[in-house]
């Protein structure tokens, strides 16, 4: 059974950090392209960050500089590291798991991030 199951969000004030896990089970990572989305209130979900084709990691414009995906093997977890946050970040942060040769994905729970003084 394949679990993603998010941690690491919480209330921070404008200009501090937060570093987001994303707990994986049940899947191999290589067969997977991996990414972490967010959802504003009243807003579509989109990508933040992700793993391109060749194992590079890749952020949004709006986040660049200052948000960073990564991957620790040896949990078998998804990190977003967010540094110089602003309320605009604000939003349920959803960690995704898009299998690269089967019609086949998953998504975790979603953990709150709220950026406010």
């Known amino acids: 059974q394949v679990r993603l199951v998010e941690s690491g969000g919480g209330l921070v004030q404008p200009g501090g950090s937060l570093n987001l896990s994303c707990a994986a089970s049940?899947?191999?990572?290589?067969?997977?392209?991996l990414s972490w989305y967010r959802q504003a209130p009243g807003k579509l979900r989109h990508m933040v960050a992700r793993?391109?084709?060749?194992?590079?990691?890749h952020v949004i414009d709006a986040v660049k500089g200052r948000f960073a995906i990564s991957i620790d093997n040896a949990r078998n977890t998804i990190i977003l590291q967010m540094n110089n946050l602003i309320p605009e970040d604000t939003a349920v942060y959803f960690c995704?798991?898009?299998?690269?040769?089967?019609?086949?994905?998953?998504w975790g729970q979603g953990t709150q991030v709220t950026v406010s003084s």
């Open positions: 995704y798991a898009l299998a690269k040769h089967a019609v086949d994905d998953y």
């Open positions: 793993f391109l084709g060749d194992g590079s990691p």
């Open positions: 049940g899947i191999i990572f290589d067969n997977y392209y």
